[in-house]
């Protein structure tokens, strides 16, 4: 497939590396050369400076017989003016816009206008994925990293081992054996900053950050075991009422469970939008690093901290703040992953990764055959993908301990006419199951094959 990528950022190179690992021919456009320069040096990519709008820009790009376009600039008008050149001009079959304007959201999420003047077949909107994100942590506190799978009857949680925990340095063979009727199983471990599938011998020691697949019937136990304890979300406190802050506010007043809920946002204009937005939140203007704010907010008797600004830093300091006056459970924001291993050591219990949310929408859409979600963990480092088994696969028919799965490759589950199934090693995989897949990044395109991925625009 020829999939032209506009923008070279963070998200863009990301989205390059893995359609370029998966043997596609990729062209980066960026209006930076060192962008561009980047991109080329450390992808298999070709590689265009200039204005991703311009139509000559695209031609020298191979518009005119590429499959998909992805715009994914750091400019709204940019990318809808981009998708519609692609459209207009050069006919191309697939177009992704990555927009954060809430204005155009709102009118482009609207059939008619989409369908009739702006031709984006995919909008994904990474404030509106970062929400969603949020509301899953703050469902699963326990855990730093959530996902939902399989219609929702399934999700991966990032748990952290701790010196509590009854299973320290059990190794995971055992765990199946006592816990036999638990839907749950580890299937990535991250130690001392390595990421890796475990093998069954494998044990867990203090200090790792596992991820488990686990029926949403069983979460309660697995945290159990797992020496966690569920805490309650009655109070919370959001520093940051922008876009993303806003969006979570609204769907906490939204939840028929009633959660107390006061954000703090530091420009007065965003303040104001937002009192005016919410109706049972209280808006306090000022500087979410303010201790007498942060007080006054009654940070000491909340039961959560969600930090949601536009600087990594300053959501950092205030998750660190918050936790000093008692909030025991802080979740903030961070653009940069280089920050991502200080979360530990400050006491920052989990965080959100936009672009990795991002990046995951972006994959999710691209591989649109049989693929039903697919979830990028770190800094791209693995994958878990969820998709119906088709009757031409290598895998339909087969047991899943006949299955020749890549080392870095573990099956989370299996659902079956809409009930999920532990993957025991006697299961036969039958044509229509979904599975669900964690593999290593190295891996993906083996799962791929397997699953009998293909890119479909229909």
């Known amino acids: 497939m020829k999939v032209i990528i506009c923008g070279a950022g963070q998200v863009g190179w990301q989205i390059a590396r893995h359609l370029s690992g998966e043997q596609n021919d990729v062209t980066v456009v960026d209006s930076n050369p060192d962008l561009v320069r980047r991109a080329t040096d450390t992808l298999d990519v070709q590689g265009i400076a200039g204005f991703a709008s311009y139509p000559d820009v695209l031609d020298k790009a191979g518009a005119r017989d590429a499959d998909m376009i992805i715009a994914a600039t750091h400019s709204d008008e940019v990318n809808m003016v981009t998708c519609q050149v692609?459209?207009?001009?050069?006919?191309?079959?697939?177009?992704?816009?990555?927009?954060?304007?809430?204005?155009?959201?709102?009118?482009?999420?609207?059939?008619?206008?989409?369908?009739?003047?702006?031709?984006?077949?995919?909008?994904?909107?990474?404030?509106?994925?970062?929400?969603?994100?949020?509301?899953?942590?703050?469902?699963?506190?326990?855990?730093?990293?959530?996902?939902?799978?399989?219609?929702?009857?399934?999700?991966?949680?990032?748990?952290?081992?701790?010196d509590d925990c009854p299973v320290v340095n059990t190794p995971l063979r055992q765990l199946t054996d006592l816990f036999s009727t638990l839907r749950s199983?580890?299937?990535?471990?991250?130690?001392?900053?390595?990421?890796?599938?475990?093998?069954?011998?494998?044990?867990?020691?203090?200090?790792?950050?596992?991820?488990?697949?686990?029926?949403?019937?069983?979460?309660?136990?697995?945290?159990?075991?797992?020496?966690?304890?569920?805490?309650?979300?009655e109070r919370l406190v959001i520093v940051g009422g922008g876009n993303v802050g806003l969006t979570v506010a609204k769907a906490l007043e939204d939840r028929e469970r009633r959660t107390r809920t006061k954000v703090i946002e530091k420009s007065r204009q965003c303040a104001e939008r937002a009192a005016e937005a919410?109706?049972?939140?209280?808006?306090?203007?000022?500087?979410?690093?303010?201790?007498?704010?942060?007080?006054?907010?009654?940070i000491d008797r909340a039961d959560a901290m969600l930090a949601v600004t536009d600087d990594d830093k300053t959501n950092m300091l205030a998750a660190v703040r918050a936790k000093a006056e008692g909030c025991p459970y802080a979740i903030a924001l961070i653009n940069d992953p280089t920050l991502v291993p200080l979360m530990g050591p400050l006491g920052i219990d989990a965080y959100i990764n936009p672009r990795a949310t991002t990046v995951s929408s972006i994959l999710r859409h691209i591989r649109h055959g049989r693929v039903r979600a697919v979830y990028s963990i770190g800094d791209a480092e693995a994958e878990v993908i969820e998709a119906e088994v088709l009757s031409t696969s290598p895998m339909a028919g087969q047991r899943i301990r006949d299955i020749d799965f890549p080392e870095g490759a573990l099956v989370g589950a299996i659902m079956r006419n809409g009930e999920v199934m532990r993957p025991v090693g006697g299961l036969r995989i039958e044509e229509k199951d979904v599975i669900a897949i964690f593999a290593m990044a190295d891996d993906v395109p083996e799962v791929e094959r397997l699953m009998q991925v293909s890119i479909d625009f229909f």
């Not at 954060?100 to 994904?124: G, K």
């Not at 494998?202 to 979460?219: A, W």
């Open 86 to 162: 692609a459209h207009s001009v050069f006919s191309i079959q697939r177009k992704i816009a990555r927009l954060r304007a809430q204005s155009y959201l709102t009118a482009i999420y609207s059939d008619l206008y989409r369908r009739d003047h702006l031709p984006i077949d995919v909008v994904i909107s990474p404030e509106r994925e970062v929400a969603e994100a949020a509301m899953q942590r703050l469902a699963a506190p326990a855990a730093f990293d959530t996902e939902i799978f399989m219609d929702g009857k399934a999700q991966l949680l990032g748990i952290t081992i701790e």
């Open 185 to 233: 199983i580890v299937v990535g471990v991250r130690r001392d900053g390595t990421l890796f599938a475990p093998e069954p011998n494998d044990q867990l020691f203090v200090g790792d950050d596992c991820y488990v697949f686990v029926h949403v019937d069983d979460i309660s136990r697995t945290l159990e075991v797992f020496g966690k304890e569920q805490f309650k979300q």
């Open 278 to 298: 919410l109706e049972r939140t209280i808006v306090l203007h000022g500087d979410g690093l303010d201790a007498a704010l942060l007080n006054e907010a009654g």
